[in-house]
């Protein structure tokens, strides 16, 4: 959350309280709908029905294999492939003749659904349960809440709803789109698409993941937190061995689930577009606008100020109440504050000696700064190449992070009282300006003054390890979708005598290898980041497939964390500008 | 700081003055408090001693420790002192001589040399380190700028810095606390580094006395301590004395600290060992001032007394300190930071994050270990229970014990809770140093002729007790105390114990004429790869971080190894050793 180079130059003493960037927001967009509201959004007392977890089973009937009967233009019908049990397939796939198509489908499949599986079946998960004293990990809620489908919603007494039947499915399509006792019928038909998402959201409990908000709400509500819905890695958590949570790039790591939905750029025709971007965009949407819009790109954009909010939230929360009871954590939590602040190499005159730190925060415990990186390429986004709008911007947002630096930073550990009420408005702030880049289009002009801005190396800018790999990704996919653009995609269409139960996985891996894959890799050539550049310096790459556990895939991070120095990324940084520039 | 292990085990006893009888040009920078550079081992050389006259046996020598020295080291009603500076120890006829910088020529006296001597050593740059590009930085880190962004050097971060790299020359010293601001004089601050009176007290009142012939020399009886007390002369020849005096910076102090702010500015941590320190004047290129040859081979176990001083010393100043920290946390009076970082283990938050790591087989998780750079040896002497503490000794280990629980229990002790138990630590650590053990162990004034009968040659008992412990806590027999030493603090401290006193043994032996058994020349082997093994730039090829920490979980790991119990093993009395 700290970025002192850029804010060093920013005088505090001029606070801009009325005007600024975030402060001529469109008063309410529809879609401007505040986690906290969202989440606690209840059943009205009487009349209305409770959402309840089915399971995937329901899912699966359609989500599994398209049918002759049903349409994909719209979705592709394969989805729950890609959830399901690494060894069930393998089992399943061994008895049959192609070995190949085994291997493909393997990469595909999502991490998402052995989350339940490795709380108990690796060594880690073991592990964990021993120093935790774990001794029923299936009624341990700590695990639970992020490693299944439970603790969505809580009610309002603050207790959860019971364990839905298939937790042991892991993190699988409830636990993304919602508890799904009330949407599984409507949402089958098509006449659903041209509902307003607030509408399914309120009456059906149907999460609007679609919008990048949303979308990035749920997704962060485990990979950083989310104290209201129980879901928090302790730092004794972390000490029995819990990975450490890499700072999350929203578009990034959905690509590597990988993504098993279109947006609306890669979808082609299907009954009821037009009514459907009326009701996700807004009225004032249509084909052409959407022609020109780069949904990946928003996704960067409204993720990383999502990402910045849930982080101050979290540790807003964890300073100043105590959480659902199993979390079970004590003021100061270490794991409110950057790993890295702390679990650092230590040599003198390292990089992190030479950065310009106001000299209340040496030595202390350090507020995450990778949730940080992007915001100025969100503000200079907003202010459309208006110096004057862009720097109105910065101080407004730099005003308020550094109110949060110094409460939390002041001592170590800083001040509960403190931290709430300097949360309390950047809060408010980030969510206005997420509201605001969400509503409005995101076009080339706008990618190309953002991967500007990201490629900026000022002097006494010295970014961690955590903060190069968001600028990084950021750079690699909105690079990517200005480069690629979006081609029509027609998969390979094979005479009925040929068709194999494969071939749904094959038509999937083609969009996804073809069009978004062959997109980012360029962008990497493109750019000059593909091994061994950036690419290789800051981890970048996210192998999808199940082989690949996080324990496993976190050395390789940590090597080059170990490694990684600012010089090096800026000197990258720099040739990538040049490239730009020509 | 580098953990340099450039141990006391380089040599035995060199009467002759072979070693020492070119005084090597300086090479290392001093920085701060630690000395930077890793020297090789120095060639080991036997020699066999002479056996020294018989005078009194050891128990007549040994008085009180001194309040006295105390009072001059620690007190702050002192008042206006007068301090001279180094320029006046500095005649060719007294310390200055600079024709033959060796032991030959004076081997059992003054000789003349320990001006020019000192001029060469780290101590005499203390002050220049001050100005060094890296210290500008440290002091811009900090905060420690005028308004125009220059270094201040009036300021309270920069006076933090004075009260141990210098010497206020013209108005009372800074080793007494008081601010020379408040003097009524208010002369002209004139710093120097580290110099003679630094260590040896302000000069005014004895400096044209100290070489007359009248002049008490070192000794035993009251009326020489109040004699060297009214001229505010210090007996560094004590050994406690010494220690206290060395630890009032190396470990720091209420009016002096090296705190966690300091350390990320880029201040080395600071790790003192008394008998390592000294050992680095025989290994590090450059020469102590003092006959310390002479020391050693009168001293009975020499080295093992001054392993037991330097425990002392530093457990009672870094105990002394947390007292101070908790206090001005309590009042409030400025921003000092709490909890201090820097009383914790650098590696219990400065370490790798790879799974599975050793360091998710312990006990208590996500807690942060305290004090187990100066305590680890405070710690072992925990009986278990208060009822079942037998000496002085292992009450204050019982003390200890929950003071570390106290501070481990939560990231953020409270400071009213704390206090009152720090409190109980120093006063117990105090009964146990003015206990009949200790005084007669360590009040030994090094000057003084001890016999090398049997009785002195023998390590007291209740030092081998004490010390057995770091076997069987290595040999983890004991578990609850197994978990104190599974990090680098505690194998480094055990290992530095193992040193000394491997050396300590070797030279009773040489006194009496006996020549290391094929036993001991292992133990020395075993010893050397310790120390390659916890220098972190040894194990790989000069890389890593100062600490040997390595995101690649490389060396991440210090497990009491075979060698280290093998060392220690052989330490204990025959009778005891594992078979």
Request: aromatic share 8%.
């Amino acid at each position: 959350m700290k970025r002192p180079s850029r804010r060093s130059h920013i005088s505090a003493a001029v606070v801009l309280l009325s005007v600024g960037v975030g402060i001529c927001l469109p008063v309410s967009s529809w879609r401007g709908v505040e986690s906290s509201e969202r989440v606690n959004a209840q059943p009205a007392a009487g009349g209305e029905r409770s959402a309840e977890f089915k399971g995937n089973v329901k899912c699966f009937d359609c989500h599994e294999k398209p049918s002759s009967r049903r349409r994909t233009e719209f979705s592709f019908l394969t989805e729950a492939q890609f959830f399901r049990d690494q060894e069930k397939v393998e089992k399943e796939e061994l008895k049959r003749i192609e070995p190949l198509a085994t291997v493909s489908k393997l990469s595909l499949l999502d991490k998402h659904a052995e989350a339940y599986k490795v709380l108990g079946e690796t060594e880690l998960g073991k592990q964990m349960q021993e120093k935790l004293k774990i001794a029923d990990y299936d009624k341990a809620k700590q695990c639970l809440s992020c490693h299944s489908n439970w603790l969505q919603n809580p009610r309002k007494d603050g207790t959860f709803h019971s364990l839905p039947n298939n937790f042991k499915d892991g993190v699988s399509c409830e636990a993304c789109h919602g508890p799904s006792s009330l949407w599984e019928d409507p949402h089958a038909d098509a006449e659903f698409r041209k509902l307003l998402p607030k509408t399914k959201q309120d009456k059906w409990k149907l999460v609007d993941v679609r919008n990048p908000i949303h979308r990035a709400e749920q997704c962060y509500s485990c990979h950083i937190g989310n104290v209201e819905q129980g879901k928090v890695v302790t730092h004794k958590m972390y000490a029995a061995g819990h990975p450490p949570l890499p700072g999350i790039e929203l578009e990034t790591f959905a690509s590597a689930m990988p993504p098993h939905w279109r947006n609306i750029r890669e979808k082609g025709h299907f009954q009821f577009r037009k009514e459907f971007i009326e009701a996700n965009y807004g009225p004032d949407w249509n084909e052409a606008k959407i022609a020109k819009e780069l949904p990946r790109t928003k996704s960067v954009l409204v993720g990383t100020v999502i990402a910045q909010r849930e982080a101050v939230r979290l540790l807003w929360h964890m300073a100043e109440k105590k959480g659902p009871q199993h979390l079970n954590y004590r003021w100061p939590d270490l794991a409110a504050f950057d790993c890295a602040a702390c679990h650092h190499d230590l040599r003198t005159s390292s990089w992190r000696q030479q950065r310009k730190a106001e000299p209340y925060a040496l030595g202390r415990p350090a507020l995450k700064a990778w949730p940080d990186a992007l915001i100025f390429a969100v503000i200079q986004h907003l202010a459309k190449g208006n110096p004057a709008l862009a720097e109105r911007g910065r101080k407004k947002y730099a005003s308020l992070i550094d109110e949060l630096n110094i409460a939390a930073m002041k001592k170590p550990f800083g001040s509960a009282d403190d931290i709430r009420d300097a949360s309390d408005p950047l809060v408010k702030w980030l969510t206005a300006i997420a509201n605001k880049v969400s509503s409005r289009a995101c076009t080339n002009e706008n990618a190309i003054r953002i991967l500007k801005e990201l490629c900026k190396t000022e002097d006494a800018f010295y970014p961690d390890f955590e903060s190069a790999r968001q600028i990084a990704w950021a750079i690699q996919v909105i690079y990517a979708e200005v480069d690629a653009g979006y081609p029509e995609f027609t998969p390979r269409k094979l005479p009925p005598s040929e068709k194999t139960d494969d071939d749904d996985v094959k038509v999937f891996q083609e969009w996804r290898d073809g069009n978004r894959k062959t997109a980012v890799d360029n962008a990497a050539k493109t750019l000059g980041i593909q091994e061994p550049g950036l690419v290789a310096m800051l981890a970048l790459e996210l192998r999808t497939g199940q082989q690949y556990l996080v324990e496993k895939e976190l050395r390789r991070t940590l090597t080059a964390a170990s490694k990684y120095h600012p010089d090096k990324f800026k000197k990258q940084l720099m040739l990538i500008h040049k490239k730009l520039e020509r | 700081m580098h953990h340099s292990c450039d141990l006391p085990l380089s040599d035995t006893i060199d009467v002759e003055g072979t070693k020492m009888g070119h005084l090597q040009r300086p090479t290392v920078i001093f920085a701060g408090i630690a000395a930077l550079a890793w020297i090789p081992f120095a060639r080991s050389q036997q020699k066999s001693l002479p056996k020294a006259p018989a005078t009194t046996p050891v128990e007549s020598i040994a008085p009180p420790i001194a309040e006295a020295d105390r009072d001059l080291l620690f007190d702050h009603r002192l008042g206006y002192v007068k301090y001279l500076g180094h320029l006046s120890c500095a005649a060719t006829a007294c310390h200055g001589r600079t024709t033959d910088l060796t032991f030959n020529s004076f081997a059992d006296g003054i000789r003349n040399n320990e001006h020019s001597i000192w001029s060469d050593g780290p101590h005499a740059r203390s002050l220049d380190t001050l100005s060094t590009d890296d210290s500008k930085r440290m002091l811009r880190r900090l905060g420690a700028t005028d308004t125009k962004g220059a270094i201040d050097r009036t300021g309270a971060h920069y006076r933090n810095c004075l009260a141990c790299h210098a010497v206020h020359t013209n108005g009372l010293s800074v080793l007494t606390g008081v601010d020379p601001d408040d003097t009524p004089a208010r002369p002209q601050p004139r710093y120097e580094s580290v110099n003679c009176e630094a260590c040896h007290g302000p000069a005014d009142a004895w400096r044209a006395k100290h070489f007359l012939v009248d002049w008490p020399k070192f000794g035993d009886d009251t009326r020489v301590l109040r004699h060297w007390q009214a001229h505010k002369m210090i007996r560094t020849k004590n050994l406690l004395v010494r220690a206290r005096l060395c630890a009032s910076c190396h470990v720091g102090g209420p009016d002096r600290e090296v705190n966690h702010d300091l350390i990320a500015a880029g201040h080395p941590r600071l790790n003192f060992e008394l008998a390592w320190y000294h050992a680095k004047y025989r290994t590090q290129g450059f020469s102590a001032h003092w006959n310390e040859v002479r020391e050693r081979r009168r001293v009975p176990h020499f080295e093992a007394r001054l392993w037991i001083a330097g425990q002392l010393a530093s457990t009672e100043a870094s105990l002394q300190l947390l007292r101070a920290r908790l206090a001005r946390v309590a009042t409030k009076r400025n921003m000092s930071p709490w909890p201090e970082f820097a009383e914790y283990n650098c590696s219990a938050c400065h370490h790798g994050l790879a799974s599975p790591s050793w360091r998710q087989q312990r006990h208590a998780l996500g807690a942060i270990p305290w004090g187990t750079w100066y305590h680890t040896f405070g710690m072992l002497q925990t009986p278990g229970s208060e009822q079942s503490a037998q000496n002085p000794l292992e009450h204050f280990g019982v003390a200890l014990s929950s003071l570390r629980d106290v501070m481990q229990k939560s990231v953020q002790p409270d400071p009213a809770k704390t206090l009152p138990l720090v409190d109980e630590a120093l006063t117990r650590l105090r009964a146990w140093s003015e206990s009949e053990d200790v005084v007669r162990w360590l009040s030994v004034d090094s000057s003084s002729r001890i016999p090398a009968n049997r009785q002195a040659s023998k390590l007291p008992s209740w030092l081998l007790t004490a010390t057995a412990r770091f076997t069987r806590t290595a040999s983890n027999k004991d578990v609850q105390l197994a978990s104190q030493i599974d990090n680098w603090d505690a194998v480094a401290q055990a290992f530095l114990y193992a040193s000394a006193m491997d050396l300590s043994q070797r030279d009773e032996k040489a006194k009496t004429g006996l020549t290391t058994n094929a036993d001991g020349n292992s133990v020395r082997e075993y010893l050397q790869r310790l120390s390659r093994r916890l220098d972190s730039r040894q194990s790989n090829g000069g890389r890593l971080g100062l600490l040997g920490i390595d995101f690649h979980g490389a060396v991440d790991k210090y497990p009491v190894s075979a060698d280290l119990l093998r060392v220690l093993d052989h330490l204990q009395p025959r009778e005891q050793r594992q078979p």
